[in-house]
């Protein structure tokens, strides 16, 4: 037969048996197409909250532990202001810096305050300071220090915060400050 004979041929009518099989086939194709793509989603979801619940283990018993960490830092300065013996100052605070170290391995650390402007994602207000030498919002005193677990907020600094003073005068020393340093 030549090319022009297949030309000429009319086309086969579509079976539709074939059709359809041919529509069922691309359907469980699809099918298994998306439940692959699904898969491989949960798969690194998973790999994603186990990495996570590696990284967060610690953060229940940091939680606990933070208040003794604070009682540690009150001692050294109290002991300091009362005079105490400079070998018993340096002791505590030779053991406070160890315990602080220790946390920095599991990717505990302090959230950074002095010198910083306010961000409530980190810090949180527990009063405001007039202060002509400080920037408007600016971090002025650390009431409380707070922590970071890598990079999420375990507990939020308490800090005063700058405000400048209307028409120039001091006012009051500290709105909230006699409440914060409780």
Aim: no cysteine; glycine share 8%; proline share 6%.
């Amino acid at each position: 037969m030549s090319d022009s004979d297949w030309r000429s041929l009319p086309e086969a009518a579509p079976d539709p048996e074939i059709e359809t099989l041919q529509a069922e086939a691309k359907k469980f194709f699809d099918l298994a197409a998306r439940s692959q793509a699904e898969l491989a989603n949960a798969q690194t979801r998973m790999r994603r909250d186990l990495a996570d619940g590696q990284k967060f283990a610690v953060e229940g018993f940091v939680r606990d532990l933070i208040p003794a960490i604070d009682s540690l830092g009150k001692s050294v300065e109290a002991l300091t202001r009362s005079g105490a013996a400079a070998s018993v100052v340096e002791a505590l605070q030779l053991v406070e810096k160890e315990v602080l170290r220790a946390l920095a391995k599991g990717g505990i650390r302090p959230i950074e305050t002095a010198g910083k402007k306010f961000d409530p994602s980190f810090h949180e207000a527990v009063g405001m300071v007039p202060s002509p030498s400080h920037e408007d919002q600016a971090v002025v005193t650390e009431v409380r220090r707070g922590y970071l677990i890598h990079d999420r907020v375990l507990r939020p600094a308490q800090v005063l915060v700058a405000r400048r003073p209307a028409g120039g005068s001091d006012g009051p020393k500290a709105e909230g400050a006699e409440k914060a340093a409780t």
